[in-house]
């Protein structure tokens, strides 16, 4: 009997923490989470980033690299339609995602490719130049 009062106990303990969860999920935080939600890093003179853009068609993605070293990652999720559908968690419509890169990157070296809803785009980063001799000549 004793085993009975914990396995109880423990089955009471995870659906309190269920329902927490969900009631988190709802009245929580009022900020929604950002969208499309990246990983970005560094590898050697790269600036590697993945974006998650699960059911993104590649015609609805825009990528861009703005003068100030900033990458906005922007497009549109097509609702579905989907008849009889019991709960609809995932957002549709337009997003726009802004992040300042952590070094000054060549926007002539961008490369950006979209496989099974991760859009990987590759930055090079910008070569710093060389000084370069300027020749003074006498002036006539």
């Known amino acids: 009997m ?7 106990a423990d089955l009471l303990g995870e659906e ?5 969860q969900e009631m988190s999920r709802w ?3 009022r900020t929604p ?6 990983n970005i ?25 703005t003068p100030d070293n900033q990458l906005v990652v922007s497009g549109q999720r097509r609702q579905t339609t989907e008849e009889g559908c019991y709960r609809r968690e995932r ?11 952590p070094v000054e990157v060549d926007p002539e070296q961008v490369t950006a490719c979209l496989k099974n809803g991760i859009l990987q785009i ?13 020749e003074v000549r006498n002036g006539a």
């Open 33 to 38: 989470a950002a969208f499309p939600l990246m």
């Open 122 to 134: 590759r930055l090079t980063e910008k070569v710093a130049s060389e000084p370069r001799k300027i």
């Open 16 to 20: 309190i923490s269920r329902l927490q």
């Open 2 to 8: 004793l085993l009975k009062r914990w396995y109880d």
């Open 91 to 101: 957002r549709f419509g337009e997003f726009s995602r802004t992040v300042t890169l």
């Open 27 to 29: 009245f929580g935080s």
């Open 41 to 65: 890093w560094r590898a050697e003179n790269q600036v590697l980033v993945d974006v998650e853009l699960p059911g993104v068609q590649q015609a609805d993605v825009e990528v861009l690299v």
